[in-house]
């Protein structure tokens, strides 16, 4: 079912202008969150963020790009040639890919897959392949450290996100995005899933390495993470451009199949312009939410992260996939999904606390008044 | 060992495990969890510290030679540059011990404004730490500028008093070098407010929440027989459990007039620590606020002061509470008008041979997160 | 006994101090006598045989032994009930010249609230003492710091490796009152002024510089 109006006949010059449109688009927000996150981040620690590039520092993410081009692109004697050339781009590329499968209205995308969200995941788990590669080229045992624990954390936490994801679309019963973002006519799958949507938001942010889960660049602190050796437009591409653009989809996405995409409220009857309005709302909705979680926590460390995602998250999941099913063959009502997740987030929500809230009481300073 | 069998990857992996190595974790002398120039190799097997050796010295510039060469009054300026974020308390020692061997009386006004201005430091300090302490835990800097923003109304103070923003030199044996401005009280005064808010504020973005407790509690736990022998003051002693501040087990200066109480912790830990310099900044608002209602006009320096200071010959160990410990200053003089020996026993350099003993056993990640609770500064430790 | 009453008016210095000397040691410094009922005494009970020469400090007493004793005596001051001295705040080295070397222990005791000044002469040539690490593990850096800048050796002590000094400087000991504050960079080559003669440390792979630039070597010993 292909929908999308197209310009030319030919379905490969098609492809292509698509492909340009979204690659242009993506650098776009790629900038435009350069420049955002660091006035968002400052604007959180009470500062102003760029200012003298451009009026209120617009032209900082052009500035940023010059000097990173500028840069002398350096490569270790004894770093393996071929692995270290490939390696940024088996971290960009896949993310790149994702966007293939996304709708951003509803006649307009690169294409409609009809299996669009098992080939969203499925394209961006190779990112983890690509830091693994890059630790392992630079021929630093440092970098290979950080390169490990970012790939067990990301492939850690895919599991249960793709739970959360695999629930959802066992509501819609479908893995096409478009016909997922049409179920959500009425009420968007936020409203039934809040379980889901919480275990999504926490495995985002994990999945882009950024706080409170960046162990991965923490390590830079101590040890140095797997883009070390890196430096330049590599590193760009392996830092920023990865992670932005990963940003961008997975906010892309989770504004499609939680926050009901183009289509809530009236989308369809609206036209395209309100169809973009929506989307483009909802999506710098939870980039503010993201940016807003780096500016705040703190890191946790790298064992408490991995205890997280299987101790807390998997089992999270796994009750969301079994709610569902259960709600699904005995055809109950759709109330009762909203009231089963939403208890389970709560009970969630009060189990994580009590977890990590202290027994003892958390004040343990007493004021002397004697010597 | 080659050996040929059947099951020969299980051969493999069996070897592989006999030979693991500890690898050597190179915190360098540059390094993004900023307390100065210090390194410390952590042995590292698998994911937990066995063994820490920190290298310090990279800041030692010989302060105590140097104060051999110089006179009673430029000595002071070395002082400054010991612990360069408190800088009015090693003032205030230094001070304290030429006035304990010359005998010379200090007129009242100039104490409550040594100890105002003492106390405010050690607001400045504590923030400075609240800061770091952040940052070492990973917030990108959120905390760093909260706390940098209540530490700006402090430093404006002393940059309208003394005319400087970092190395102040404005005590003197007998007094202070000039009088504050008329403007005094009611400036403090409204520091002390902002400062009440900003200490809430710190407080509440840290020490409730899970993510700080998860990373800083039971972490780095020394208990207080251990902080004793291994001569542990200040906070860190506080918080194992050992009720003793040097205001109120020695009582220099005119600290014996104020009521303020001591925090003491119970576990040991970082976060400890940290809950324990929260409260002794609310407990120094207390202390500046009495002394700014008993402070009295008068002379800030006695009449017969001599121009070139001689002291006589003899030696004192003085000692004050500065908000990293126990700073001392042995001064031996045998007569003239240039210290014979000033041995600076500086607080952090002492805190810091307990690194070993509260790291091995933890994570690399906690490395850090003890080194940040300490507090260390560089300057003090390598003078 | 009078062999050591000769020796004791010659020089002090010379020989391992005896037990009469530390009151003359200590007499040559500090004048005013101890008021009965402070810690020195509570030592004189507690160590009858040892020889303690005390006086008062503008804010401790000070008390000095004779360097055979430091084990006992500290020893002593840690463990016994009634000094309880758990606390050992400060441990420094001070050159009196012809005098000696002098280790000075600074102590106090939280559960008694007093504070002790304790110390020990050494002759110049032969600055040997016990190391108080196994009493006190506090006293581990102090002891390095010590040893590097006067040149003090502690025996005992598990790692006695420069602490803050670059780790190959350990020929020449800069709080000395013999090393003299150079008036600019030595280690860089410059030449030094005629009546400076001691070069000091030369790190290695800057003897060449160092050398050419003395001159000759007429002036500046290496």
């Known amino acids: 079912m292909n929908q999308l109006e197209s310009l030319f006949d030919n379905v490969w010059i098609d492809a292509l202008w698509r492909l340009l449109v979204v690659l242009a688009l993506m650098v776009f927000v790629v900038l435009l969150l350069t420049w955002g996150e660091r006035k968002v981040i400052g604007r959180i620690q009470m500062r102003l963020g760029p200012m003298r590039t451009g009026p209120y520092g617009i032209l900082q993410p052009i500035a940023d790009m010059i000097k990173i081009l500028l840069k002398e692109d350096l490569r270790p004697a004894t770093a393996d040639r071929l692995a270290f050339e490939l390696a940024p781009f088996l971290a960009f590329v896949p993310v790149f890919l994702t966007f293939v499968a996304l709708p951003f209205t509803a006649s307009w995308g690169v294409r409609v897959l009809s299996l669009g969200l098992l080939y969203f995941f499925a394209v961006s788990g190779l990112t983890a392949l690509g830091y693994l590669i890059a630790g392992w080229a630079s021929d630093n045992k440092y970098a290979l450290l950080g390169a490990m624990r970012t790939a067990a954390q990301l492939i850690s936490y895919e599991v249960p996100l793709i739970l959360a994801v695999l629930a959802l679309s066992m509501l819609a019963g479908s893995l096409n995005l478009v016909d997922i973002v049409e179920r959500q006519g009425r009420v968007p799958f936020v409203v039934w899933q809040p379980l889901g949507f919480f275990i999504f938001l926490m495995c985002a942010l994990s999945d882009v390495t950024r706080r409170p889960f960046d162990t991965a660049a923490a390590e830079s602190e101590l040890v140095g993470g797997p883009w070390i050796e890196f430096s330049s437009i590599r590193w760009s591409m392996l830092y920023a451009l990865t992670e932005y653009a990963a940003l961008f989809a997975l906010a892309t996405l989770g504004s499609l199949i939680f926050l009901g995409g183009w289509d809530w409220p009236l989308g369809r009857d609206w036209g395209w312009w309100w169809q973009v309005i929506l989307i483009f709302t909802k999506t710098s909705l939870l980039l503010m939410v993201f940016l807003w979680a780096n500016g705040t926590f703190a890191r946790i460390r790298v064992d408490q992260l991995m205890s997280f995602c299987w101790k807390f998250l998997l089992p999270l999941g796994l009750v969301q996939v079994f709610l569902n099913g259960l709600i699904l063959v005995y055809d109950w009502p759709d109330w009762t999904l909203l009231v089963t997740s939403g208890l389970a987030l709560a009970a969630a929500g009060y189990a994580l606390h009590a977890g990590l809230r202290v027994k003892e009481p958390l004040r343990t300073v007493s004021l002397r008044s004697d010597a | ?383 | ?222």
């Open chain 2, 1 to 383: 060992m080659a050996k040929r069998g059947k099951n020969r990857l299980m051969v493999v992996e069996e070897e592989r495990d006999l030979e693991t190595i500890d690898i050597n974790v190179n915190v360098g002398p540059q390094h993004p969890a900023t307390h100065g120039v210090f390194r410390m190799v952590l042995t590292v097997s698998g994911e937990k510290v066995v063994d820490v050796v920190p290298h310090i010295g990279y800041m030692h510039r010989g302060a105590e030679k140097l104060s051999e060469n110089a006179d009673y009054r430029q000595a002071l300026i070395f002082q400054d540059r010991t612990d360069y974020l408190a800088q009015f308390n090693c003032e205030m020692c230094y001070v304290m011990a030429l006035e304990k061997l010359a005998g010379i009386e200090v007129p009242e006004r100039a104490e409550y404004i040594r100890v105002i201005l003492s106390e405010l430091n050690r607001l400045t300090s504590h923030y400075m730490f609240a800061g770091a302490f952040g940052t070492d835990l990973g917030v990108y800097g959120t905390v760093y500028t909260y706390a940098f923003r209540e530490r700006e109304f402090i430093q404006e103070v002393f940059e309208e008093i003394t005319g400087d923003r970092m190395m102040y030199g404005y005590f003197r044996p007998g007094g202070v070098v000039w009088d504050v401005p008329d403007n005094f009280k009611e400036r403090v005064r409204a520091v002390c407010e902002k400062t009440r808010i900003g200490i809430n504020d710190i407080e509440r973005l840290v020490t409730g929440n899970e993510i700080f407790v998860a990373r800083s509690r039971d972490i780095g736990v020394i208990s207080g027989e251990d902080a004793i022998d291994y001569g542990l003051s200040g906070p860190m002693l506080r918080a194992s459990g050992v009720p003793v501040d040097l205001r109120r087990e020695e009582p220099y200066s005119i600290y014996d007039r104020f009521d303020f109480d001591i925090p003491v912790g119970e576990r040991g830990d970082s976060y400890d620590r940290y809950l324990v310099r929260m409260e002794e900044m609310r407990q120094s608002l207390r202390i500046i606020e009495q002394a700014l209602e008993q402070m009295p006009e008068g002379p800030i320096l006695p009449e017969k002061l001599p121009r070139r200071l001689r002291l006589p010959p003899g030696e004192v160990y003085m000692r004050t509470e500065n908000p990293r410990g126990e700073y001392g200053i042995y001064l031996v003089s045998k007569g003239g008008e240039k210290p014979y020996r000033l041995k600076i026993r500086s607080s952090c350099f002492c805190n810091l041979m307990a690194l070993k003993k509260m790291t091995v056993g933890h994570y690399v990640a906690d490395a850090v997160t003890i080194l940040g609770s300490v507090d260390i500064v560089l300057g003090e430790v390598d003078r």
């Open chain 3, 1 to 222: 006994m009078s062999d050591i009453d000769e020796e004791k008016e010659d020089k002090l210095a010379g020989s391992a101090p005896t037990n009469g000397d530390v009151f003359k040691m200590l007499q040559e410094d500090h004048e005013a006598p101890v008021s009965p009922g402070t810690v020195a005494d509570t030592f004189k009970e507690v160590l009858p045989d040892v020889t303690f020469a005390s006086a008062q400090g503008a804010l401790d007493v000070i008390l000095m032994i004779a360097r055979e004793d430091v084990p006992r005596v500290l020893r002593a001051a840690k463990d016994d009930p009634r000094l309880d001295f758990k606390y050992l705040r400060c441990l420094s080295g001070v050159d009196h010249m012809e005098r000696g070397l002098e280790i000075v222990y600074q102590l106090y005791s939280y559960t008694h609230k007093h504070s002790v000044t304790l110390k020990v002469r050494l002759p110049q040539e032969d600055p040997h003492i016990a190391s108080v690490t196994s009493i006190w593990r506090g006293a581990d850096w102090h002891e390095r710091e010590a040893a590097e800048m006067f040149g003090i050796v502690f025996e005992g002590h598990p790692n006695l490796v420069p602490l803050l000094l670059p780790d190959d400087m350990t020929d020449h000991h800069p709080l000395r009152k013999d090393n003299p504050l150079a008036q600019i960079e030595e280690w860089q080559g410059v030449r030094l002024g005629e009546d400076v003669v001691n070069v000091g440390h030369i790190p290695a792979g800057y003897e060449e510089l160092a050398a050419k630039s003395a001159g000759d070597g007429e002036e500046g010993k290496e």
